[in-house]
């Protein structure tokens, strides 16, 4: 049974189970229709005590059976972005490898047409240390700090344009592009460079498949694209977790970073596009889609979690201040 939630100008939130309700509702209303799917899945690491108790081979079996449920709701150019961490064995100071054969089963799948398109990786120098009791108490294990994100599709060229999610320039590039000047020629590379090969202002420069959350130190210059930049820290977030906390709510504790949603929503779809979350939780990917004037959908399992998330929508701040933001990265 799914029950819709709430609705906004371009999205709904619906209270279900989303492999329930793709037999049904999904595949009656939404087959093809799905230019993006954003989501970061339960995973073992993070979901017995939340979500649910899916572990080893009964996880990797659920995992496995999306395939076919997501190729079929995307459009022929759609893209799929999957955000998941590292999981460890239990009570041992050993990596899992369940996201890795989960990948593998996902685009191996026969029954969907899915590859991997790319990998990024998240990197957040901000991450608490964890595997705690390898990494703090006994010390012989590192901090386990980035996540995976995984771009696959149903063709080798689904829709993307990296010009819509640039980096903002480098010092010494934005002042080269002031002064013109570059010492051309041949690089011991035998790469040559023209004398105005670089001259060109193109608003700023390509992404990387690796995004530095936060600065590992003052000195050095974080570039990420200008989305994730510019979510960092602003009051939108600040407005969800100051509201939840002054109603005595427990925040979602699995969020996404909203920059890395807007990053995906811009480099892979255009305005008007549907974006579908399927395990949405506090529905940042709906929230950013809703900004990025995008259509979304998404579908929460647990009730009080996508309750929780329209307080997001309720920030008297959102138009305004998306607009700033905008602003400020350009
Ligand atoms: C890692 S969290 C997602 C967090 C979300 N990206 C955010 O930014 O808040 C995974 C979510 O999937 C939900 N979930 C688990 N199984 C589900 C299912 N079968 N259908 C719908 N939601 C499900 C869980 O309740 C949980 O909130």
Redesign the pocket.
Known sequence: MNQELYKTNLGKMIV?????LFSSYLKRHYKNKINLIV?????PL??KK???NLTGETYLKWFTDLAPIFSDLLTDDGSLIIEIGNAWEPKRPVQSLLHLKSLLALVENQSANLRLIQEFIAYNPAKLPSPAQWVTVNRIRTVDSYTHIWWIAKSDYPKADNSKALRPYSKSMQRLLKTKKYNAGKRPSEHNISSDGFSKDNGGSIAHNFFELDSLDEGREVRLPHNVLSFANTSSNDHFLRTCRERGITP?P???NGGLVNFFIEFLTEENDLIF?????????GYCAEKLNRKWLS????KE?AKS?LIRFENPANTAETKKESMRAK
């Not at 279900?16 to 329930?20: F, I, K, Q, R």
């Not at 989501?39 to 995973?43: D, I, L, N, Q, V």
């Open positions: 279900g189970d989303s492999v329930e989501t970061s899945p339960p995973f993070n979901s939340m979500y649910g979602h699995a969020r996404m979350d399927p395990f949405a939780g506090s529905n940042t990917t579908i929460e399992a647990n979690y998330s």
